[in-house]
């Protein structure tokens, strides 16, 4: 990859930067609250959480732009351990979790996103754009009639805005204008200060209250793990998408030795730990933000919002916020995913529509995205698997059949390969051509053992030839059959 400058990261976009980042600061705030409610935790903890993530990952990330805090997905995973130990052992399991995502990134782990197919992306865009919508819900129960007509006019003014001037992004001329018609016919609305209390002081250091013994260890790592898992799915495949949206490359390996730090930090600023949130990264590119600014303007501001500007911030409404939600659930689906569906292969839309299917249901983005791949996973095993092909000649002067194999072996398609032979043949010799076949795995190899050692019980000899290196390689390594049988080396293809 490209190494680029400080100012190509930092500097060429900077008041559009800044104007996104002020808006992805105002779309934290209530979502901090809401996760540390459903985390268990103080709401300060989520909104340090949001500022030193945030802040930190825009330094030390791999994906500019993209916004990373406290969010539902780590928040879910530590609520029995808040329960059962409190919340000093969820700061000591998140620093524990930063430390095995920068162990992720030294390992070059970022580059397993190869694995995961455009069919698992597209289902976790769509899953997401989902539970963003469903999570505004709340808001709109229950609510007087005018809340609907503000969060109708919010949408009006995101939309129409753009067509007139994009001088100023519309989801903050959204939050500014429903916020000042709220104050000023003093509207009975849910707001941002109902949502939870704000701190009133800048967060300390401080090394969490835990015993540092094995009995400490013991408890939190199996959090720290799903924490680190879960927080790296979510990063890396938010950073993906953010790839294929902004035209430019990320640096994967980065983004976990990033994402590792900023939870480091933030456990030890008193904050749980998070990960990459694709609401609000969609809302910074929508707004303009492409570069680090983006996301350290938004961490910055927010704590300054909340400890300074508190009184002011706490009485936006709900109704201005969820506008600007639902601007991004529509934004964000993939709404080409639906017309594909007749066109793209099955295999590939059941994959699609498995995935928003197990994450939408069970809320955990790291199942739905395992089985979106372990499906892929299958599809793929079973076309290759019908690629595999056996052809053979007889040569009835010298009592010999030639068998060509073509194609990959390996633990799908052994059983077809031993399928394809007549070891009862009234025959004296075999000859397997392999030169246009390669073995993958010890259940290959084993199967090639099966097929010699049948043709031997029944008296006919086996002559292997065409082996290409990288299968003689696994052959002389783990066959049994004979250590010695002739081969005759090409190039692998």
């Not at 698992?120 to 963003?132: K, Q, S, Y």
């Not at 690629?387 to 073509?406: G, H, I, K, P, Q």
Request: glycine share 8%; proline share 4%.
């Amino acid at each position: 990859m490209k190494k680029t400058t400080f100012r190509e990261e930092w500097l060429f976009n900077v008041r559009a930067d800044i104007l996104a980042g002020v808006v992805v600061a105002l779309a934290l705030i209530p979502e901090a609250l809401a996760f540390s409610i459903i985390a268990g935790v103080d709401p300060k903890v989520g909104l340090y959480a949001a500022f030193s993530i945030a802040v930190v990952s825009a330094i030390a990330g791999g994906r500019p732009a993209m916004i990373s805090a406290a969010t539902g997905a780590v928040a879910l995973v530590i609520v029995s351990l808040v329960k059962n130990h409190g919340v000093e052992y969820v700061l000591a399991a998140g620093i524990l979790a930063g430390l095995l995502q920068i162990l992720a990134g030294l390992l070059r782990l970022g580059g397993l996103m190869r694995f995961v197919s455009r069919s698992v992306i597209t289902g976790f865009v769509n899953a997401l754009a989902i539970l963003i919508f469903l999570a505004q819900l709340p808001q709109l129960r229950g609510v007087p009639a005018y809340v609907y007509l503000m969060v109708a006019g919010g949408l009006a003014i995101i939309y129409l805005l753009p067509r007139l001037t994009r001088a100023v992004p519309s989801p903050l001329v959204c939050i500014v204008v429903l916020t000042a018609i709220s104050i000023a016919l003093h509207l009975k609305l849910r707001t941002v200060g109902d949502m939870g209390s704000f701190p009133d002081q800048l967060p300390i250091p401080a090394i969490p209250k835990v015993p540092l013994s094995l009995d400490t260890l013991k408890i939190i790592f199996p959090y720290s793990l799903a924490i680190a898992v879960v927080g790296l799915l979510e990063s890396l495949m938010t950073a993906a998408i953010v790839d294929d949206f902004t035209d430019t490359p990320s640096d994967k390996n980065r983004e976990c030795r990033g994402q590792g730090l900023s939870n480091i930090v933030a456990g030890f600023l008193g904050g749980m730990p998070g990960c990459a949130m694709i609401g609000q990264t969609v809302i910074n590119v929508k707004s303009g933000g492409r570069g680090r600014l983006s996301t350290f303007i938004a961490g910055a501001f927010l704590l300054v919002l909340v400890v300074f500007l508190g009184r002011w911030v706490r009485q936006i409404p709900m109704a201005a916020l969820v506008a600007v939600m639902i601007m991004v659930s529509i934004s964000t689906f993939s709404w080409r995913s639906i017309r594909n569906l007749r066109t793209h292969p099955k295999s590939s839309s059941v994959v699609m529509v498995a995935t928003v299917i197990v994450v939408v249901a069970t809320g955990n983005l790291a199942i739905g995205v395992l089985v979106g791949v372990l499906l892929s996973a299958v599809f793929f095993m079973s076309k290759v698997r019908r690629v595999l092909t056996v052809d053979s000649e007889l040569d009835e002067a010298n009592s010999l059949r030639a068998y060509f194999v073509r194609g990959q072996v390996f633990f799908a398609s052994s059983e077809a390969l031993v399928s394809e032979f007549d070891f009862r043949e009234p025959i004296k010799s075999v000859r397997l051509d392999l030169s246009h076949a390669h073995f993958w795995d010890i259940t290959a190899i084993d199967a090639l053992d099966r097929i010699v050692n049948k043709f031997r019980r029944n008296g006919i000899s086996v002559d292997l030839l065409g082996v290409t290196r990288a299968s003689a390689t696994m052959i002389e390594k783990y066959a049994t059959h004979d250590k010695g049988f002739p081969t005759h080396f090409e190039p692998s293809h």
